[in-house]
């Protein structure tokens, strides 16, 4: 998929770095999605926005601090992980359908793989 | 959004069909059937979703029963490039956000 792309595409960082993940989407979607996969286990919802708002947070700790300036862009603020932070994060984009009769399905970037030293 | 069934793994032949199953019953009215896979280390990649009809796409086929109650992916000529972790989602179309992926079928192409 080339709807969604993220940077960078690896990123090893020690525990006291600060570093971004970046997502943008091509598609003229009104939401956008951060997920969590560590090796072996399902992806993992951390955040949602739509139209740039915040609508969920899965109780995700403060080291992580999504941005989302408008509605094609995505930020994942980095800041003191620990090594089980390590994982692919992985955006997605979507047009909920609401009153705009979006289609709701999600698009994917290619992710990003994160180890935490 | 309801829960899903899916074997942990199939294999299938080059060339032949593989059909991959999934069982939902306890899917409600107004939720869909969607199927996404990862192929190793990429982002899940959307096929193909559906309500109650049968539907078809470039990439694959949906096969739902008519009680809904449980759905079969098709791939009508699989190639070595299918290998991946297939994952059938149930889920209200305003529900995206809530997608909840499992375990999913690791379907394994082999020549």
Same mark, same amino acid.
């Given at each position: 998929?080339?709807?969604?792309?993220?940077?960078?595409?690896?990123?090893? /960082?020690? /525990?006291?770095?600060?570093?971004?993940?970046?997502?943008?989407?091509? *598609?003229?979607?009104?939401? /956008?999605?951060?997920?969590?996969? &560590?090796?072996?286990?399902?992806?993992?919802? /951390?955040?949602? @926005?739509?139209?740039?708002?915040?609508?969920?947070?899965?109780?995700?700790?403060?080291?992580?601090?999504?941005?989302?300036?408008?509605?094609?862009?995505?930020?994942?603020?980095?800041?003191?992980?620990?090594?089980?932070?390590?994982? *692919? @994060?992985?955006?997605?984009? &979507?047009?909920?359908?609401?009153?705009?009769?979006?289609?709701?399905?999600? @698009?994917?970037?290619?992710?990003?793989?994160?180890?935490?030293? | 959004?309801?829960?899903?069934?899916? +074997?942990?793994?199939?294999?299938?032949?080059?060339?032949?069909?593989?059909?991959? +199953?999934?069982? $939902?019953?306890?899917?409600?009215?107004?939720?869909?059937?969607?199927?996404?896979?990862?192929?190793?280390?990429?982002?899940?990649?959307?096929?193909? $979703?559906?309500?109650?009809?049968?539907?078809?796409?470039?990439?694959?086929?949906?096969?739902?029963?008519?009680?809904?109650?449980?759905?079969?992916?098709?791939? +009508?000529?699989?190639?070595?490039?299918?290998?991946?972790?297939?994952?059938?989602?149930?889920?209200?179309?305003?529900?995206?956000?809530?997608?909840?992926?499992?375990?999913?079928?690791?379907?394994?192409?082999? +020549?």
């Amino acid at each position: 998929e080339t709807g969604v792309t993220q940077t960078p595409r690896h990123l090893v /960082m020690g /525990m006291t770095n600060k570093k971004s993940l970046k997502c943008e989407q091509h *598609l003229g979607h009104n939401a /956008m999605y951060w997920y969590k996969q &560590s090796a072996k286990k399902p992806l993992e919802l /951390m955040f949602v @926005y739509n139209f740039k708002e915040q609508t969920e947070n899965n109780s995700v700790p403060s080291r992580f601090s999504p941005e989302c300036p408008n509605s094609s862009h995505l930020f994942l603020h980095l800041h003191t992980l620990q090594p089980e932070d390590s994982a *692919l @994060y992985l955006c997605a984009s &979507s047009q909920e359908s609401g009153l705009a009769g979006g289609t709701d399905t999600q @698009y994917f970037g290619p992710g990003t793989r994160l180890t935490v030293l | 959004d309801a829960k899903t069934t899916q +074997p942990t793994s199939m294999d299938c032949a080059e060339g032949r069909a593989a059909n991959l +199953p999934c069982n $939902h019953s306890t899917i409600s009215g107004n939720e869909y059937v969607y199927w996404y896979r990862q192929i190793h280390s990429q982002g899940p990649q959307y096929i193909i $979703h559906g309500l109650k009809n049968n539907e078809t796409n470039e990439m694959a086929s949906l096969i739902i029963t008519e009680d809904r109650k449980s759905s079969t992916l098709i791939l +009508p000529h699989a190639t070595l490039r299918d290998t991946a972790v297939y994952y059938c989602i149930v889920r209200r179309r305003t529900n995206a956000g809530k997608s909840t992926f499992g375990d999913g079928t690791t379907l394994t192409v082999k +020549p």
